[in-house]
């Protein structure tokens, strides 16, 4: 597929989508909450960068249905804007959720999810400007990364369930902790959904 200029807008408006994820990940994993003042604020500008997200897409949309020539398929960079909105959505969900269950302190597994998934977001703003750079090997190293922070978060989904029924006996707490766990691996899973289309991507253009 050809490739238009280096400065093509719908390859600068993925790099927005991507360049917003990557900050907000970069917000979620700095914050420190320490009151519920402090959750507040955290889920309040967790959902500034969803909004911000969703204004992008929703603008890539517009131009898509304006545009005839586009530098990919025009469903590749649909579904690729949409993943990366997928993660994004993912991070206010969890934020939104910690804020309704008023817990101010992340144990040690969210922080190590929170870590994973930091990375993974890094990962995909830098495939995405080579994309936009036009150099397509190089995405694979970014893709082979995503993958393997999934499979960490899979795994450490097992050990702090495991670690949860085995060490806690409030039945609410369960209910909160494993719920919020499995909201974090499922973002894990949005991320290396992000990873599956840059493959599709590669292989549609090499």
């Known amino acids: 597929m050809h490739f238009l200029s280096k400065n093509d807008k719908f390859l600068n408006m993925l790099s927005m989508i991507s360049g917003n994820l990557e900050e907000a990940a970069r917000f979620f994993v700095e914050t420190k909450i320490k009151?519920?003042?402090?959750?507040?604020?955290?889920?309040?500008?967790?959902?500034?960068?969803?909004r911000k997200g969703d204004s992008y897409v929703h603008e890539l949309i517009i131009a898509l249905n304006k545009t005839f020539v586009t530098p990919l398929q025009r469903e590749d960079i649909l579904e690729l804007a949409m993943?990366?909105?997928?993660?994004?959505?993912?991070?206010?969900?969890?934020?939104?959720r910690l804020e309704i269950y008023g817990l101010t302190h992340a144990d040690e597994y969210m922080v190590q999810f929170v870590g994973y998934l930091n990375a993974s977001t890094k990962e995909i703003d830098e495939a995405i400007t080579m994309l936009s750079k036009k150099k397509l090997a190089n995405i694979r190293?970014?893709?082979?990364k995503i993958n393997d922070y999934e499979t960490e978060c899979d795994d450490l989904l097992v050990k702090c369930i495991t670690n949860l029924f085995k060490s806690e006996k409030d039945a609410i707490k369960i209910i909160k902790y494993k719920e919020l766990y499995e909201m974090l691996e499922s973002v894990a899973d949005s991320c290396e959904d992000v990873a599956d289309t840059l493959e599709t991507i590669i292989?549609?253009?090499a």
């Open 83 to 96: 993943k990366m909105d997928d993660v994004l959505d993912g991070f206010e969900e969890w934020s939104m």
């Open 203 to 205: 292989m549609r253009n």
């Open 141 to 144: 190293n970014n893709v082979i």
């Open 35 to 50: 009151n519920e003042t402090d959750l507040h604020e955290f889920s309040k500008k967790m959902k500034s960068y969803e």
